[in-house]
Nanobody, 121 residues
Framework: QVQLAESGGGLVQPGGSLRLSCVAS????????MGWYRQAPGKERERVAT???????NYAESVKGRFTISRDNSKNTVYLQMNGLKPEDTAVYYC???????????????WGQGTQVTASS
């Protein structure tokens, strides 16, 4: 069984910063693309940022210049540094990854349980 575990969420004042982490654990052969998504109350889940195995990144327009995604392949971990948080960034943030459990296993896509981020005064 493979799991993604997020951490680092919390309550911060507008303009503040948080750093989210997501660790993949279990039987893993290789992890490919990883990313962060978020879902605010009453809204659909949306992509925040993604990163390839080689480190190429892609961001939603709403977070460009404020958020930075990175990964440590040796630790099966992806991070999201969030600076200049705004009230509209308030949401549950989910980690996502494409991976194989073995060399001949199918590519699977898995989600973490989510971590709450709240930017409010």
């Amino acid at each position: 069984q493979v799991q993604l575990a997020e951490s680092g969420g919390g309550l911060v004042q507008p303009g503040g910063s948080l750093r989210l982490s997501c660790v993949a654990s279990g039987t893993i052969f290789s992890i490919y693309g990883m990313g962060w998504y978020r879902q605010a109350p009453g809204k659909e889940r949306e992509r925040v940022a993604t990163i390839t195995t080689g480190g190429s990144t892609n961001y939603a327009e709403s977070v460009k210049g404020r958020f930075t995604i990175s990964r440590d392949n040796s630790k099966n971990t992806v991070y999201l540094q969030m600076n200049g948080l705004k009230p509209e960034d308030t949401a549950v943030y989910y980690c996502n990854a494409d991976l194989r459990r073995g060399p001949t296993s199918q590519l699977v896509n898995i989600w973490g349980q989510g971590t709450q981020v709240t930017a409010s005064s």
